[in-house]
Nanobody, 116 residues
Framework: QVQLVESGGGLVQAGGSLRLSCAVS????????MGWYRQAPGQQRELVAH???????NYADSVKGRFTISRDNDKNTVYLQMNSLKPEDTAVYYC??????????WGQGTQVSVSS
């Protein structure tokens, strides 16, 4: 069984920073892609950032230059450093991983709230 535990969300003022973490445990073989998604009230879940096992990254246009995704393959953990936060970044942030032969798994979500 695979478990994803997210942490690091919270309330911050506009212009501030937060760092999200997602630690993966359980029956893990090889974690391929890891990513962060977000969902604001009344909106669809959207991709924020994505990183392959080899470290190739991809970002939503709205966060380029402000957010940085990274991963530690030894710790089976993915991070999202969020700088220069804006009120429109307010959402529940979800971690998603893809494991070879097992498929995709989602975390439970962590709330990020940015006040103006």
């Amino acid at each position: 069984q695979v478990q994803l535990v997210e942490s690091g969300g919270g309330l911050v003022q506009a212009g501030g920073s937060l760092r999200l973490s997602c630690a993966v445990s359980g029956s893990i073989f090889v974690i391929n892609a890891m990513g962060w998604y977000r969902q604001a009230p009344g909106q669809q879940r959207e991709l924020v950032a994505h990183i392959t096992r080899s470290g190739v990254t991809n970002y939503a246009d709205s966060v380029k230059g402000r957010f940085t995704i990274s991963r530690d393959n030894d710790k089976n953990t993915v991070y999202l450093q969020m700088n220069s936060l804006k009120p429109e970044d307010t959402a529940v942030y979800y971690c998603k991983i893809t494991i070879a032969t097992l498929g995709a798994y989602w975390g439970q979500g962590t709330q990020v709230s940015v006040s103006s």
